[in-house]
């Protein structure tokens, strides 16, 4: 029809990249489109043992460019014509060191294997230590304590942890970095074709939940306390921003090269980026003073209120309390748990380890694809048949480290023996689902 109009949304998750069109009019969903990161499906640049995880750009580029096209191809028609805006979320706190252009130091020559040199994950622990040390500078400092607004404890997988690690560790990225840009502030200075980090807009979610930025410190932490942490920070403040912005404000226009790499026209506009769970409380109409879960690798917990009415009410433990970081004019605070969907997978290949030793390649690539989709929903079935409470406390969920309340990345989970005992006397109908499915197979 005449007037119809629609807008682009890209979701960067852990394990792949989601477009979805979207019409303006009623919020009906055209057409949509997933693609897995292919380096990182193949464990690329990450070691799990040493909680590093790292992922190269050019998984995000590839998957922007198919999930786009693809999406526009399924939704067919005049479709692309019609695309009023796009705009994109990110994992978080996911920085990369870029060069004075905003190009990630991974794109240069010298350092394209360089997981140093690529996004820092959001779930990448290696920073431990700088994240103790920024909790003990922060509260050995007179005034102000630069964590109160994130709950007080600051965590490793955050910005200022991150990069202060990779800064110590790798000399020549130190010496090539000039600045750090966060994934979800990067991405939409690219489509607009500026990603200079001295002018592209900056995320207010980005920066008040995970880089101590607040309107009371005029910014972020000023540069007496980042060069008391350590001297390598020294200046860094001046290379990063003082201004952030909500996801409400147009960035720019998609930029030429990228409407033609698209198919899209240069008339689309592009909005600030953000975090992918906060947009996605946004998608489940959050409302003020309603918990918001949004479940995912990892959960977030959100709650928006009036800015008024929290005044100056510092809640401990959070992972933090900032004006517009949800919704517009609006305090969003965030809780969660740096494990989720993580478990299930742990969950899912551990109980498979038997199994992936006796079938053969050609068996692997045939039947395990559906056991693994089959196998959850199995476990949940005689799940349900256990009565609430027979077991009482069983497991403690610090798989990945806390994160609220009061963040510590240091904790590890603990799980009850009589839990296998459970899966023993209860799930012992997954052994011959399994060899039910390889005899049908």
Excluded at 122 to 151: C, F, M, Q
Excluded at 153 to 169: D, G, P
Excluded at 274 to 299: N, R
Excluded at 331 to 346: H, M, P, R, V
């Amino acid at each position: 029809m005449q007037g119809e109009k629609y807008v682009i949304g890209v979701d960067y998750g852990t394990d792949s990249v989601r477009a979805l069109i979207v019409d303006t009019a009623g919020g009906r969903e055209i057409a949509g489109s997933v693609w897995g990161y292919k380096r990182w499906a193949d464990g690329m640049y990450c070691d799990p043992a040493a909680n590093r995880f790292r992922q190269h750009p050019l998984d995000y580029i590839e998957g922007l460019e198919f999930t786009v096209k693809d999406a526009l191809a399924r939704a067919g028609g005049d479709i692309a014509r019609k695309i009023q805006g796009i705009s994109i979320d990110t994992t978080g706190s996911t920085p990369v060191a870029v060069d004075e252009n905003g190009i990630p130091l991974s794109l240069l020559p010298g350092l394209e294997e360089n997981p140093n040199a690529m996004f820092i994950l959001w779930k990448d622990h290696t920073a431990l230590k700088e994240a103790r040390e920024i909790n003990e500078s922060a509260r050995t400092w007179e005034e102000p304590d630069y964590t109160k607004y994130v709950g007080g404890i600051y965590s490793s997988e955050w910005f200022w942890a991150k990069l202060l690690h990779v800064l110590r560790e790798d000399k020549e990225v130190a010496k090539r970095a000039f600045s750090w840009v966060e994934h979800c502030d990067w991405l939409p200075g690219l489509l607009c074709g500026n990603t200079n980090p001295l002018a592209i807009k900056r995320s207010r979610c980005a920066a008040g939940h995970k880089a101590m930025w607040h309107e009371s410190f005029q910014g972020l932490p000023s540069d007496e306390f980042l060069h008391s942490l350590d001297p390598l920070l020294e200046g860094l403040r001046r290379r990063l921003y003082t201004e952030t912005y909500t996801s409400d404000i147009k960035v720019g226009n998609l930029a030429d090269e990228w409407a033609q790499r698209l198919g899209l026209h240069t008339g689309v506009a592009v909005g600030v980026g953000t975090f992918d769970a906060h947009m996605g409380a946004v998608g489940g109409e959050i409302k003020p003073y309603i918990l918001s879960k949004v479940i995912g690798t990892s959960t977030c917990d959100m709650l928006i209120m009036p800015h008024d009415a929290a005044a100056e009410r510092i809640v401990p433990g959070l992972c933090g309390q900032v004006n517009g970081s949800i919704v517009p004019g609006m305090l969003g605070l965030e809780a969660g748990q740096s494990a989720f969907g993580d478990i299930y997978a742990w969950f899912r290949e551990t109980l498979l380890w038997p199994v992936t030793n006796i079938l053969d390649e050609n068996q692997k690539q045939n039947l395990l694809p559906h056991l693994q989709r089959r196998i959850i929903p199995e476990l949940s079935a005689q799940a349900e048949k256990i009565p609430a409470g027979e077991s009482g406390i069983v497991a403690l969920d610090w798989l990945n480290g806390r994160r609220t309340p009061d963040a510590d990345q240091a904790l590890t989970a603990a799980t009850s023996a009589r839990v296998y005992k459970r899966l023993y006397q209860k799930y012992s109908a997954l052994g011959m689902f399994v060899e039910k499915q390889t005899h049908k197979r």
